[in-house]
């Protein structure tokens, strides 16, 4: 397989083949966000993804996940998406499911028709990073997408029968608007109803222009509690009809995985206990935290 530099993928798909249909990421501008900040975007031939899919294929080895990367494949053309998913399907036999990694702009350039298609080609999951139902904040990371877009773009998402996973971000908002951001990222959640979404705390990642801002003071992050106390308030204030929030990110400091609306309120009593004792022991020791 060929791979041009770091390659990242959700935590779910770590039983995936990764195969690397773009390279880097086609707005690469969220100011938090490091990943693909050395590479210089573009799409991958058709030939050199059909070569690694050859290649794939003649390890003899029952292939039933794959992974198209780099940070925003479905920004790739219909055509070529759907050109790579049949030839995955003609020469993996075992393959159950293609992920992708989706933004709001990528996926509401797709018709709905499109992303039936999609789907009908053996697309099973986007995975759409939000990170944030706060429109100041949204605007503050360059995320590149409105509420009302992030919104519109998972329901299409949706709406095409394509499982939906979601990224939250504790933290970005900083201290400034910490509560703000956990009350209106609960409040998206509810509006775009996600079957998975995924809590990460936000780490500042040396280079980019947070961390400038942290280093200048115009950008402070919250302190763990108040991390942990803005997943309660995204918990708490978040409708969803069936969806596995997860917060088992190595960069979260409380572990959780709540299948809501059922556990909700049970993992609300964990997070409050957490935060009365303000007991550090409780947390993920700062050592042990990763991107
Ligand atoms: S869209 Fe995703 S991969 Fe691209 S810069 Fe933003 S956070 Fe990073």
């Known amino acids: 397989m060929e791979y041009e530099g770091a390659i990242y993928r959700p935590p779910s798909e770590a039983e995936s083949l990764i195969l690397q249909a773009t390279v880097g990421c086609s707005h690469n501008r969220c100011i938090f966000c490091g990943s693909y900040k050395n590479k210089r975007f573009r799409i991958r031939s058709f030939d050199e993804i059909r070569h690694d899919i050859d290649e794939a294929s003649s390890w003899g080895v029952e292939i039933r996940r794959v992974f198209l990367a780099d940070g925003d494949a479905l920004f790739m053309p219909q055509k070529r998406l759907l050109e790579i998913l049949f030839y995955l399907r003609d020469k993996l036999g075992e393959l159950r499911r293609v992920g992708i990694y989706g933004n709001a702009r990528s996926i509401l350039h797709k018709t709905a028709r499109d992303l039936t298609e999609l789907r009908e080609a053996g697309l099973g999951i986007v995975y759409l990073g939000i990170e944030s139902g706060n429109r100041r904040v949204l605007e503050k990371i360059k995320k590149g997408a409105t509420y009302e877009e992030m919104v519109a773009a998972g329901r299409r998402v949706k709406e095409a029968d394509i499982s939906l996973s979601v990224t939250v971000l504790l933290g970005i908002g900083g201290t400034e608007l910490s509560h703000q951001h956990a009350m209106d990222t609960g409040r998206i959640l509810g509006e775009i ?20 801002e942290t280093a200048s003071g115009a950008f402070e992050l919250p302190d763990p509690f108040a991390l942990l106390e803005e997943l309660g308030i995204m918990i708490g204030n978040c409708e969803l009809s069936k969806c596995l929030f997860t917060s088992n990110h190595p ?19 964990t997070i409050q206990r957490v935060l009365t004792s303000r007991n550090r022991s409780l ?3 700062e050592s042990l935290r990763a991107l």
């Open 251 to 269: 960069s979260n400091y409380l572990p959780l995985k709540i299948s809501m609306p059922g556990e909700r309120e049970k993992a609300l009593q």
């Open 283 to 285: 947390l993920r020791p």
């Open 193 to 212: 109803d996600p079957d998975f979404v995924g809590a990460l705390t936000l780490m500042v990642v040396p280079g980019t222009p947070l961390e400038r």
